[in-house]
């Protein structure tokens, strides 16, 4: 990789861990219905593990309700299943139709247990971020011992980098600090 690559591609990568962080955060729900809590859930159809967004149309009818409409009324019950074998943590009520997740209101243990995963999940994207800044610092330092740019050319790439780096932290950190005020609201 050429030094002039070095900056664009690390400001992708970087770019990459925000959006996974942002990802991540909104599968953390906060007492509010959103259809992106069943990301992750995955249903047993035709012996092939499928995500349900593509088995079922999924609403938010009220703010605290999932509504879960499937497009093959006969996936119905494995989608129940899925949905009880999942991590999320909310019962589903199938009336033989659709099937509703309602989402109870958080104690304060609970939110505050939220509010400590949102922490986990900054401090892991920041880890990635310090080692996308580590790489890049490797390529340049590297490129200066083999004598393809000069000391100053050095200096100036770390700055950068460096630079890219608290820009890329601050706007995690006000992701998370956003999703903490969301998830503490009463």
Do not use: F
């Amino acid at each position: 990789m050429s030094v002039d690559t070095v900056l664009k591609e690390t400001k992708e990568r970087m770019a990459k861990s925000e959006n996974s962080l942002q990802n991540q955060l909104a599968r953390i729900r906060a007492g509010v219905a959103n259809a992106s809590l069943l990301d992750g859930v995955m249903v047993e159809y035709y012996g092939a593990p499928t995500p349900l967004n593509q088995l079922a149309n999924i609403t938010v009818p009220e703010p605290r309700m999932l509504l879960i409409t499937p497009y093959d009324k006969t996936a119905l019950a494995e989608i129940d299943r899925a949905l009880q074998m999942s991590d999320i943590g909310i019962p589903p009520t199938n009336d033989g139709n659709v099937i509703r997740l309602v989402i109870p209101a958080l104690t304060k243990e609970r939110r505050q247990e939220l509010s400590k995963n949102v922490g986990k999940e900054l401090e892991a994207a920041k880890v990635a971020v310090r080692n996308i800044r580590r790489d890049a610092l490797d390529i340049v330092k590297k490129a200066e011992k083999a004598a393809e740019i000069s000391e100053d050319d050095l200096r100036d790439y770390e700055k950068d980098i460096q630079k890219l780096t608290d820009e890329s932290i601050s706007r995690m950190d006000a992701m998370a600090k956003d999703k903490e005020k969301e998830i503490l609201e009463v």
